[in-house]
């Protein structure tokens, strides 16, 4: 059974830091590209950042270009969203999601086959 479990979520202050992770198991976590998708209350969700299966191609949301940073580590099955200059419109539940197809950088949620549950991340002014 896959599992895609995100972790360090919380509240910060605008203009500080976060690093989120998700841990997959269940499935060849090198075969699949990883990415990062958020949704704000009373909005769809909206793509984040992408990282191919080695790691070689990464893509961003534009909202996120220059402050997010997307990294996984295929020895520990997990993949990282560090996100600086944080600022209250970043507030949303952050969710990682798997894909295994021959998408280089898959930016659409109906890409991926498999997401995680979310964790809260809370961006006060």
């Known amino acids: 059974q896959v599992q895609l479990v995100e972790s360090g979520g919380g509240l910060v202050q605008a203009g500080g830091s976060l690093r989120l992770s998700c841990a997959a198991s269940?499935?060849?976590?090198?075969?699949?590209?990883m990415g990062w998708f958020r949704q704000a209350p009373g909005k769809e969700r909206e793509f984040v950042a992408v990282i191919s299966r080695v790691g070689s191609l990464l893509s961003y949301g534009d909202s996120v270009k220059g402050r997010f940073t997307i990294s996984r580590d295929n020895a520990k099955n997990t993949v990282y969203l560090e996100m600086n200059s944080l600022k209250p419109e970043d507030t949303a539940v952050y969710y990682c999601?798997?894909?295994?197809?021959?998408?280089?950088?898959?930016?659409?949620?109906?890409?991926?086959?498999?997401w995680g549950q979310g964790t809260q991340v809370t961006v006060s002014p």
């Open positions: 999601a798997a894909d295994q197809s021959p998408l280089v950088v898959p930016r659409e949620e109906s890409d991926y086959d498999y």
């Open positions: 269940g499935l060849t976590f090198s075969r699949y590209n």
